[in-house]
């Protein structure tokens, strides 16, 4: 059973060669006393920048540091081959938390879902637009950003996994979008492809705020924070009254163990505006609502969904990395196997 393992505890920015691959004897399919298990064939597994957290061993978050010597643990999609749990069948597909090998023994576990044969998506689909990615754009943005028709939205990491998603529905909220991020390639993508109103290159600007300006001239009245850092600063600058910052993810910061940039949180006050932290797994009881309404838009072609697939357990360490960046055009997903 090939897997990718953790090395060791990381201390400074993530790299490559944290992580190795290894070969390990399947264990075979008992589950400790009443709890079950099912041993699944892993087909796509997720990189997601969460992930560089649980990379140190202390970090003080909402879920455990990675254990080294083990395979890294993550959203997969994969086929069940045996379960002591009526609930999944041999062939079933599931989507839920795996491990980075090529099969896996995996318990019973709150975001573990069988999926629908009938909602006819790519597979892969599963860990980005119809996962918790997707579902962290639909949350984030009812839930947190409270939009309005006519609001002008900022998005940062704009063609990623969770931006691009958060773009294209408040589009069809009837707002006003701008997306940013890191080459010309995901600007053209941006409008083009995902028809934001606008998009920028962040890596061409010499003084974000004045950025932000031009895009802005009267304000941002919603931004959604997926890097944190020297945008989520410009952003705040130009911020308008009573708006919204829906603070996703901070992923400029992963080699940081301080926040760097953030100077201007008194607009928070001048203006009024309200700043939310938040986790996707505060708002699971609206999964099924989520799936509802995306896969109507995904069938009607108002929405589309860039991925960016690798192939391979082989490629996993440089996929994930290159999240770090922004080598992934799209949602990052590795590819193990096709059925
Ligand atoms: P992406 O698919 O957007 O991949 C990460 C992207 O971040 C890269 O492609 C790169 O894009 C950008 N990036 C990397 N380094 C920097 C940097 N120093 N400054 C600015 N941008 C950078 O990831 P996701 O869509 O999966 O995740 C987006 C954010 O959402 C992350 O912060 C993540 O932690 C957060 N998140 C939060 C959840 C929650 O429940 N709160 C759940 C899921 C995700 P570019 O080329 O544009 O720079």
């Known amino acids: ?23 390990s004897i399947l264990s075979s ?25 649980r990379m140190r061993q202390f ?25 002591d749990d009526p609930e999944f069948q041999p062939g079933d597909l599931i989507s839920g938390t795996t491990r980075w090998e090529e099969y896996s023994l995996i318990r019973k576990h709150e975001q573990l879902r069988k999926i629908d044969p009938q909602l006819d998506v790519p597979l892969s689909y599963h860990l980005g637009l119809l996962g918790m990615p997707g579902f962290t754009a639909h949350a984030g943005f009812y839930e947190v950003c409270s939009p309005r028709k006519g609001e002008t939205v900022l998005v940062s990491a704009a063609s990623g996994a969770v931006g691009q998603l958060v773009g294209q529905l408040a ?21 083009n492809k995902l028809k934001f109103d606008e998009a920028f290159n962040y890596k061409d600007e010499r003084d974000l705020n ?5 895009y802005f001239p009267q304000g941002i009245d919603i ?13 705040l600058l130009n911020m308008r009254m009573n708006g919204r910052i ?26 009024r505006v309200k700043m939310q932290g938040f986790l996707q797994s505060d708002y699971l009881n609206l999964f099924p609502k989520f799936v509802d309404h995306v896969v109507d838009h995904y069938r009607k072609g108002n929405i589309t969904y860039i991925e960016d697939l690798s192939e391979g357990l082989e490629s996993a360490p440089a996929a994930f990395i290159g999240l770090l960046s922004g080598k992934n055009v799209g949602k990052q997903v590795i590819c193990v196997a096709r059925e």
Not at 29 to 53: H, I, Q, W
Not at 72 to 79: K, M, S
Not at 171 to 191: E, I, N, P, T
Not at 246 to 267: E, F, K
Request: charged share 20%; proline share 6%; aromatic share 8%.
């Open 171 to 191: 589009r069809l909220h009837g707002c006003y979008v701008v997306g940013s991020a890191g080459s010309s390639k995901k600007v053209d993508l941006l409008k």
């Open 223 to 235: 931004y959604f924070d997926n890097v944190g850092g020297e945008m989520l600063d410009a952003a």
């Open 246 to 271: 829906a603070v996703c993810g901070m992923v400029s910061q992963h080699g940081h163990s301080d926040p760097r940039g953030i100077h201007n949180l008194y607009n928070l006050i001048s203006k």
């Open 59 to 83: 970090y003080g978050s909402y879920i455990p540091p990675f254990v080294p010597g083990q395979p890294i643990e993550g959203f997969g999609v994969a086929r069940v081959i045996d379960s």
């Open 210 to 214: 004045a950025a932000l300006k031009r």
């Open 1 to 23: 059973n090939k897997q990718v393992v953790l090395k060791g505890y990381v201390d400074g920015t993530p790299k490559e060669t944290d992580l190795e691959l290894k070969q």
């Open 29 to 53: 399919l008992t589950a400790p006393e009443g709890s079950s298990a099912l041993l699944v064939k892993n087909l796509f597994l997720s990189c997601d920048p969460y992930m560089f957290r």
